[in-house]
């Protein structure tokens, strides 16, 4: 039994989910609001193409690749410790915003804001894990805390295009201080220090952190080279392949390794990452796939687009309402799978039919988003109930990293396929009769084929999942 200090409702550790809430907010909401002031920035610092494209990417890369070995770190040295000095990183970064004169300087401070989500993100998963003991209350606690999260997802690139129109960009990474300020007050009030017995004192496997954030490093930069056309986009691809297979090695040889993969093996453990991982891989290329055909194939104005996208946002922000029913009826167990199946056939539905009409591509947006909303829930708390409690920041970091991996594969699969069936570049206008029926094709054989993949993916953690104890929240 953990000697953590756990509460019994919601209602009396709300300080401590107003801070966990606010951490989320911020990984939400920090990309969707900053998109929208990228051609502001672009004309502001005189930054290139790729220049602004690395103002989001070195973020993303930086974030995905840290999280496991801040995970590892935090299960060690302090869960809540590591926490409230990224929570301090976050602020200090987003003030420095107010000096930025150039656009490297912008892009060195959205490293250290990707170092600060690193820190934590997985840590804001893992501390409402342990701030209950009933299964019931995490599920709640993790929902609440998605659902502010989702809200700023949905609400952020509206709230950045008014701000836009009053004040300087810096205004919306300066926005990240309050926010920080929050999270730091309510996880300093509503949760306790870091009890050493329910940390684990192990060496820090340094090889193993290098090899896996070299892995995702790789693995996240891959993707996007893919998308532009760059010869380096295979040999990179190889490179994170022979990184992750020095990773494996290194963790079955080493006495301490970062990540114990045995522990990974347990069912509700790889169950749980399979189900994330084929959401991930759906939703990802799937938004993608979208995009494309309303602006590029169909016409749409971005605008229009974005409204076109309005069902997969509306159900992401009100779906948490289904996921307590749920779990009360089936278990987690039943609900993660189910949830997971929900996000593939979706997908196939998209591939099969979303040529025909909106109307088949918006049910395939609710389709999804419905099962990646309970999903990203139930498998997550899944995963740590598979942990022993001193691994449960590794673990929530090693779920966000499969999902991180994951959709940065779908959207490269997806690019490949685009690249290598339709002629001429996709972003010119006035597309022939010849590259509309190319487009189409490859869409449809993209969806199909990632639909498989993820398929796979749900099959594999449902055998894995029927070896596992099931819960039922009440």
Known sequence: MSTTQTTRSLRTAWPALAGLSAVFLFEMLDNSILNVALPTIGRDLHASTTA???????????????????????????????????????????????????????????????????????GSLAL??????????????????????????????????????????????????????????????GIAADVPADLHRDPVDVAGAVLGTATVVLALVAPTLFVNGSVAAWPVTGAAVVAAIGFVLRERSAAYPLLDLELVARPLVSS????????????????YLVTLQLQLDWGWSPALASIGMLPQVVVLVVGGLLINPLVRRVGLGRAAWISA????????????????GYAEVAVALVLVAVGMR????????????????????????????????????????????????????????????????????????????????SAALVGYGFLRSRGAVDSVAV
């Open 128 to 189: 409402a894990f342990r701030l209950f003991d009933e299964d019931s209350l995490r599920v709640r606690a993790t929902t609440l805390i998605s659902t502010v999260g989702l809200v700023g997802l949905a609400v952020g690139p509206t709230a950045g295009g008014f701000v836009l129109a009053v004040a300087p960009w810096q205004v919306l990474l300066l926005i990240n201080v309050p926010i920080a300020v929050l999270a730091l007050i309510g996880i300093r009030l």
């Open 341 to 356: 199946a929900a996000v593939v056939f979706g997908l196939a539905l998209y591939a099969l039919f979303g040529r025909f």
């Open 374 to 453: 309970v999903v990203g829930v139930v498998a997550g708390v899944n995963v740590l109930r598979g942990l022993p409690e001193n691994r449960t920041t590794i673990g929530a970091a090693l779920t966000d990293t499969a999902t991180e991996v994951t959709s940065g594969a779908g959207i490269a699969i997806t690019g490949t396929i685009l690249a290598a069936l339709f002629t001429g570049s996709i972003a010119d206008p006035n597309w022939t009769a010849h590259q509309t029926s190319q487009f189409e094709s490859a869409t449809t054989i993209a969806g199909l084929a990632l639909t498989v993949l």
């Open 272 to 287: 749980g990452l399979a189900f994330k991982a084929a959401a991930g891989l759906a939703t990802a290329s799937l938004g």
């Open 52 to 122: 602004l494209q690395w103002v989001t990417g070195a973020y993303a890369v930086v974030f995905g690749g840290l999280m496991l070995a801040f995970g590892a770190l935090a299960d060690r040295y302090g869960r809540r410790k590591v926490m409230l000095i990224g929570l301090v990183l976050l602020g200090v970064a987003s003030l420095a915003t107010a000096f930025v004169g150039t656009v490297e300087q912008l892009i060195a401070v959205r490293v250290a804001m990707g170092i600060a989500a690193a820190m934590t993100t997985p």
